[in-house]
């Protein structure tokens, strides 16, 4: 009797979050997009029962929102990927997210300049206002502590993982984030902003991507 009524909201619901994708991604994930969108009504349900729901039936709900943030944390690199390639020449970091995707998401250096590119270390100040004023952190990391020396050099069109990113705990806060690299063998010092939720709440159409600026001091 409600098969069709449902069957049709989750299409709509898929036919939405597809436009809200790269257009390729929509196209080679419709099925993925349509198997979220499935796993997320079954989610919905679940959660509408919160506090009547029998604790018994708790690992049902946990089993099926893993489920779902392993199938948006693929679409969001396809997506990341797909717009990727249609950067303007250019450093940049750059972030994934997808509705419900997993909280830790890695932050990307990506290098589409047509030289190499070393990185050597990472800072950044984030500040959020608050009721009671701003709320702030300072974190800092480089390329030897992070372990990740060995992969330093950045080929062009390539990209490494410097940092992770918590859209629960980041996600609420303005980030000033200051880059080293060594480009011909000169140090020079990048900055960026990244607005919060990595951009996704305020600058969509960034898609993730946040262009670094050369502040070397000259």
């Known amino acids: 009797m409600y098969h069709r009524p449902i069957h049709d909201e989750v299409m709509s619901r898929a036919s939405r979050l597809a436009s809200d994708c790269h257009p390729l991604v929509a196209e080679r994930h419709a099925d993925e997009l349509a198997r979220y969108v499935r796993v ?31 199938i948006a944390d693929l679409i969001a690199l396809a997506n990341l990927d797909a717009y990727e390639q249609e950067l303007p020449s250019g450093l940049y970091l750059a972030i994934p997210f997808f509705p419900r995707c997993s909280d830790k998401q890695p ?30 952190y300072q974190a800092a ?20 993982q410097v940092d992770d990113y918590s ?30 939720l990595g951009g996704y709440l305020w600058d969509k159409e960034l898609h993730g991507f946040h262009a670094l600026k050369d502040v070397t001091e000259r």
């Open 40 to 70: 997320t009504s079954a989610c919905d349900a679940l959660e509408s029962f919160l506090g009547a729901r029998p604790r018994m039936d708790d690992d049902v709900f946990a089993v099926l929102a893993q489920r779902r943030a392993e």
């Open 107 to 136: 932050v990307w250096l990506v290098n589409r300049t047509a030289k190499p590119i070393t990185y050597i270390c990472r800072s950044l100040y984030a500040y959020a206002s608050t009721d009671d004023g701003v709320d702030e």
């Open 141 to 160: 990391g480089s390329a030897f502590k992070d372990g990740i020396a060995v992969s330093a050099v950045i080929a062009p069109g390539e990209r490494l």
């Open 167 to 196: 859209m629960s705990f980041d996600g609420d806060f303005v980030s000033n984030r200051r880059i080293v690299l060594t480009i011909d063998g000169e140090r020079r010092e990048w900055f960026v902003s990244v607005p919060k």
